[in-house]
């Protein structure tokens, strides 16, 4: 992997069971992806990012697989899925799989036959461990850590078949894989190989340094008040991770051309992401990094805290300087795992949804880095109106729910306040088409309603609109094409105490771009001087400001020369 043309490139992750439904069960497939390929030409971007289609149980929504090389009936066939990759290379796009290897499902025939007994050939694939020293096996409080699981309850399931424990950092149906075991590793880079062999273009790698872990497992430490400690300090970032990053790239990509992985790394640091994605070190090009979308989280999770644009900017400003010499960034408002930008940074008010969603993009796309578009983000979809607990389908919310209500004494409406608002259900409701009753998504009952907005908020209106937030995410994409100070430019940031203004300049050789986004819904001045008779490239208003003074939720790019 010597070209980085990812460097100019914009990826749009697709979440299969919310994209469109081709035959009438609710749930989204691969034909209906395939039947909307030219929706991803026009919008112009260069690669695809499937969420997971392989066979699964469907714990977490494909999250948990049971076979890596095969695709899930629900969703279509191995022959569908070879339509798809020649139809997508057929425009120009890229096709990227979601590899999840930290953990595989508890269906999978590798952990069937590790669970199966103690001296089963592949016991050690994953993580069994006795109770506690001295405590009755199975009994409350036995579990050989302390440890919670992402989704709430103990990371440690007990099997009454063999006594012991296996550790699952996720749900119980996703027990961890040991990657202490050099047979693991070869099964994972195998089958990686086939995928490319069958021709597609790279990997997006869940929660990929979490894969080593401290083989003794310490205890991590109790926060007053949750039930479970936090045991990531034993897996996040863990000591044999880089060693096992580099075996993959020699095992896997070596030798291989126009490829892309972007690893996905929760609580990642900016000087471990530098030794991630230096290309000396051949490991990953890009990782997705998690400080600018926990800025609005506090110490106690069930409190929200409002957006502080002085923290966002010192962060993403941090990985911009961190980045800058060797490695390279993403860039993401949005997955399948957070709640709508729009209505999270922005302000999906009638309103202002529509200059907000594109100022929010155009802050995004001008970052120096590669940007993931998430399936919807292009039109400025909003998170949807839920209610009561009954109206969440995520594993996450129901289990944290549950952690926080029965055993933490929380209110239910503290905790459901906070699950409206940020809650991975807002990402998954399907995409919205047309304003037809399901919004085009399914003739048949959706597995999640779709939003009522659909009627105003869909793709068939927008494309027939050229002032709407997808042609306005198209000409953000088109001038990474035109302008190579976009791809390639440094970056300065401006204004770092402004809590309205967003404010930066992109340079490269003798051409300078200014970007200014007004993160408020009042007008505000940049105190920024020089600009005068700079060429205007594009503003989100039908009015360009005056004197660098920003309408609500304006955005602006200047051009001068240097
Ligand atoms: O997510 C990793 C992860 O850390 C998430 O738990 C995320 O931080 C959290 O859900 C935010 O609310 C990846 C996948 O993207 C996610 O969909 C999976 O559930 C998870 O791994 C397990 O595979």
Do not use: C
């Not at 026009?42 to 049971?66: A, K, M, R, T």
């Not at 499902?105 to 020293?133: L, M, Q, T």
């Not at 990953?284 to 069930?302: E, I, S, T």
Request: proline share 6%.
């Amino acid at each position: 992997m010597t070209d980085s043309w990812w460097k100019k490139s914009v990826v749009y992750q697709i979440y299969p069971r919310s994209f469109a439904d081709s035959d009438g069960d609710g749930m989204g497939d691969l034909r209906g992806i395939i039947a909307h390929l030219d929706h991803l030409a026009e919008l112009g971007v260069d690669v695809l990012w499937l969420s997971p289609v392989y066979p699964s149980p469907q714990d977490d929504n494909g999250y948990d697989i049971s076979d890596y090389q095969d695709i899930e009936p629900l969703f279509g066939d191995l022959a569908t899925f070879d339509e798809l990759l020649s139809g997508a290379h057929a425009r120009g796009m890229k096709i990227i799989m979601d590899l999840v290897v930290n953990h595989s499902s508890d269906e999978h025939p590798w952990f069937v036959e590790s669970r199966s007994s103690k001296d089963s050939p592949k016991r050690d694939w994953y993580w069994w461990r006795p109770a506690r020293d001295g405590m009755q096996p199975g009994a409350p409080g036995a579990e050989p850590t302390n440890w919670g699981s992402v989704f709430g309850g103990s990371s440690w399931e007990f099997d009454e078949k063999t006594g012991e424990y296996y550790l699952h950092l996720f749900s119980r149906k996703q027990p961890d894989l040991n990657w202490e075991n050099p047979a693991v590793r070869q099964a994972v880079y195998d089958m990686m190989r086939w995928w490319l062999d069958r021709g597609v273009d790279g990997f997006r790698m869940d929660v990929i340094n979490m894969i080593s872990k401290d083989v003794s497992l310490p205890d991590g430490r109790l926060n007053a008040g949750s039930a479970y400690a936090d045991g990531s300090a034993a897996f996040i970032g863990g000591p044999r991770l880089h060693e096992f990053l580099q075996e993959m790239h020699r095992e896997v990509f070596e030798g291989r051309d126009g490829l892309l992985t972007v690893g996905e790394m929760p609580g990642v640091t900016v000087d471990e992401a530098i030794l991630h994605t230096d290309p000396d070190r051949h490991e990953v090009d890009m990782v997705f990094q998690f400080d600018h979308v926990w800025v609005d989280r506090g110490p106690d999770p069930w409190r929200l805290l409002p957006l502080q644009l002085t923290q966002l900017k010192a962060i993403l400003g941090r990985w911009q300087a961190g980045l800058a010499e060797a490695g390279w960034n993403s860039l993401y408002w949005n997955n399948h795992d957070q709640p709508r930008v729009v209505s999270r940074y922005g302000d999906d008010s009638p309103a202002h949804r529509v200059a907000s969603a594109k100022m929010l993009g155009t802050v995004l796309h001008l970052h120096r880095g590669t940007p993931y578009v998430y399936q919807g983000e292009e039109l400025g979809m909003t998170n949807y109106p839920f209610g009561g607990i009954g109206d969440f389908r995520d594993i996450e919310a129901l289990g944290q729910y549950r952690q926080a209500v029965e055993l933490e004494g929380r209110t239910p409406e503290e905790v459901l306040t906070v699950l409206r608002a940020r809650g991975r259900d807002n990402a998954r409701t399907p995409m919205q088409w047309d304003d037809s009753p399901n919004g085009g998504f399914t003739t048949g009952t959706p597995w999640l309603p779709v939003n009522p907005n659909h009627r105003e908020i869909n793709a068939k209106a927008q494309r027939a609109d050229p002032d709407s937030v997808f042609h306005y995410y198209r000409r953000l994409i088109e001038l990474r094409k035109t302008e190579p100070a976009v791809a390639g430019g440094d970056f300065t940031m401006l204004l770092p105490d402004d809590e309205r203004l967003y404010a930066f300049t992109r340079r490269l050789g003798g051409t300078e771009l200014l970007v200014i986004g007004n993160f408020s819904g009042v007008e505000a001045h940049a105190p920024i001087d020089g600009w005068d008779g700079a060429e205007l490239v594009l503003t989100n208003l039908d009015e360009a400001p005056k004197d660098l003074t920003l309408a609500p939720w304006q955005a602006v790019i200047y051009r001068r020369s240097v």
